[in-house]
């Protein structure tokens, strides 16, 4: 059965070149939102421009488009979007739910103890409100209720996040936004009605519904995707040394892909071009064959 009104999106962060964990990400997002008939987004996260890679952003799309994903829609830059998340932020102060935190990194280490997001943060500019003009981060005052959603491919996730994640920074001392507070923003003004991406992302998803429900956006379906790992069992990335995509070499790249999430393509498809690898991928996707 399809699903009705459909917008994706992949939203990838130009921190180095597209490797093969990101492909993955990308042709899972993009072959859900085809089967689907709906719209595929790209979207660029480089609201951390500090570890922005120079040249990253027009590599990325140079690939997107040498490997036959077309998107839909104008690409949205996060580093444009600062205002739509202040405005956020300033309906979140309104709500009393945003406090000043002047503690160093250090400070917070030492008197915490280790959530799923590193250490939880004690509280203590909440309960000793800072006189001291220093840079402050911004931080949410999250609670004890427990977020609850269905992730399409992993089932029911629960999490409390004041126990487990603790109140999290939406603006850093630096003045940059956070993550979690410009994916929700962005999220909600393009209309996101599924997000596809990979399972080290899961843990974000109940700030993510926290912040959607205090901004009263609805909740999009997520499905959290398998994540590649190398021989040391760790994440794909540029800190792992993960190689770029080849597109000189782009058909096999894709066929892997498509096999790590499970699909079955036919060995003949490698003798094809890439408009037919898309042309079955998309008529044959299926979600309950992605590994769990
Ligand atoms: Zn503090």
């Given at each position: 059965m399809i699903e009705k009104n459909y917008r994706g999106r992949f939203a990838p962060s130009p921190t180095g070149l597209l490797h093969f964990g990101s492909l993955v990400a990308a042709v899972g997002s993009y072959l859900d939102a085809k089967f689907n008939q709906g719209k595929w987004l790209v979207r660029i996260e480089d609201i951390d421009f500090q570890r922005e890679v120079p040249g990253a952003v027009s590599e990325f799309l140079f690939v997107l488009e040498s490997l036959g994903m077309e998107w839909d829609e104008e690409v949205v830059f996060q580093s444009r979007r600062l205002e739509a998340y202040q405005k956020a932020l300033d309906r979140l102060e309104k709500q009393n739910l945003i406090y000043p935190c002047t503690?160093?990194?250090?400070?917070?280490?030492?008197?915490?103890?280790?959530?799923?997001?590193?250490?939880?943060?004690?509280?203590?500019?909440?309960?000793?409100?800072?006189?001291?003009?220093?840079?402050?981060?911004?931080?949410?005052?999250?609670?004890?209720?427990?977020?609850?959603?269905?992730?399409?491919?992993?089932?029911?996730?629960?999490?409390?996040?004041?126990?487990?994640?603790?109140?999290?920074?939406?603006?850093?001392?630096?003045?940059?936004?956070?993550?979690?507070?410009?994916?929700?923003?962005?999220?909600?003004?393009?209309?996101?009605?599924?997000?596809?991406?990979?399972?080290?992302?899961?843990?974000?998803?109940?700030?993510?519904?926290?912040?959607?429900?205090?901004?009263?956006?609805?909740?999009?379906?997520?499905?959290?995707?398998?994540?590649?790992?190398?021989?040391?069992?760790?994440?794909?990335?540029?800190?792992t040394n993960a190689e770029p995509i080849d597109i000189a070499n782009a058909l096999p790249q894709l066929v892997k892909a498509l096999c790590f999430l499970g699909q079955k393509p036919p060995a003949v498809i490698l003798e094809g071009d890439i408009p037919s690898f898309w042309q079955w991928a998309r008529e044959n996707w299926q979600v309950n064959l992605i590994p769990r």
């Open positions: 503690c160093s990194r250090k400070e917070i280490s030492d008197s915490s103890i280790i959530g799923l997001g590193g250490p939880i943060y004690p509280g203590t500019c909440l309960k000793n409100p800072s006189l001291s003009d220093k840079a402050c981060s911004l931080r949410i005052q999250t609670n004890q209720n427990e977020i609850q959603f269905q992730d399409i491919l992993k089932g029911p996730y629960t999490q409390k996040l004041r126990r487990e994640i603790g109140d999290f920074v939406l603006r850093r001392a630096d003045g940059i936004y956070a993550y979690q507070l410009a994916v929700v923003v962005d999220d909600a003004e393009q209309g996101i009605t599924h997000v596809v991406r990979g399972a080290d992302l899961l843990d974000s998803t109940p700030r993510q519904i926290f912040l959607q429900r205090s901004l009263g956006y609805s909740t999009p379906r997520y499905m959290h995707l398998p994540v590649v790992t190398n021989a040391a069992g760790e994440k794909l990335s540029k800190q």
